[in-house]
């Protein structure tokens, strides 16, 4: 089993409140992603990080931000919910096999 | 059109069947190509890279055709637990899964 967590599992929050995913993998893995992924639909790249101090924007556009502060954590903040914003958002980290994405179980976020 | 294509299903089989998935992708500077399975409500895993000789994992059997921009995954001797979306990725780059693009992913059911 892959160690990378996502808290919380499930949100429902209100429009305008600032939320915070958390995303933590124990495996020492530099790179990590976000993707954006709604019910049927493919998963979007949203940020990356290379290491730490290194964030990127990816290819769907996103209102959220992320940090890199230390390799094992990977935070993404909205600074203010909208019912937009409702989706899953999964977590990943890239392994030493060639393509080898280790995802988190998800963070489903619902904005009322 | 999407730079990854799959026929979305969904696929009914019985258990036993020989089932067959096609994916087609856009970008013929493609380098590496993988096929993922997700479980319902789950997220993405890695179930095996794409080589291009073709390559066999047990009942799974995977084949690229770079002429056509296609690649294909059979599965023989279906079992109730092969039941999952499976999505077709591809990588335009080398290493980063920055560059990953994912399919929006076959569904299939096997039934008793």
């Known amino acids: 089993e892959a160690d990378i967590y996502q808290t919380p599992r499930y949100l429902v929050i209100g429009t305008g409140k600032k939320i915070t995913l958390e995303c933590s993998q124990t495996?020492?893995?530099?790179?990590m992603y976000w993707y954006q992924q709604d019910p049927g639909m493919e998963l979007h790249l949203i940020h990356y990080s290379y290491g730490v101090n290194s964030t990127e924007k990816g290819d769907l556009s996103s209102e959220s931000t992320v940090s890199r502060i230390r390799t094992e954590h990977f935070p993404l903040t909205l600074e203010s919910a909208r019912p937009s914003h409702t989706s899953q958002y999964l977590c990943?980290?890239?392994?030493?096999?060639?393509?080898?994405?280790?995802f988190g179980e998800g963070s489903r976020l619902t904005v009322l | 059109r999407k730079e990854v294509e799959q026929d979305p299903g969904p696929f009914n089989v019985p258990e036993g069947a020989t089932v067959a998935f096609n994916c087609t992708y856009s970008n013929s500077a493609s380098q590496s190509f993988f096929w993922y399975r997700q479980d319902c409500r789950k997220e993405p895993k890695l179930l095996m890279s794409?080589?291009?000789s073709g390559n066999e994992d047990g009942r799974f059997t995977a084949q690229l055709n770079r002429a056509s921009q296609y690649i294909s995954l059979l599965i023989r001797d279906s079992k109730l637990s092969d039941s999952a979306t499976y999505l077709c990725?591809?990588?335009?780059?080398?290493?980063?899964?920055?560059?990953?693009?994912f399919g929006s992913g076959t569904q299939l059911t096997v039934l008793p």
């Open positions: 495996m020492g893995h530099d790179k």
């Open positions: 990725v591809v990588n335009r780059g080398s290493g980063s899964a920055r560059q990953l693009t």
């Open positions: 794409v080589y291009s």
């Open positions: 990943a980290s890239l392994g030493f096999r060639a393509g080898e994405l280790f």
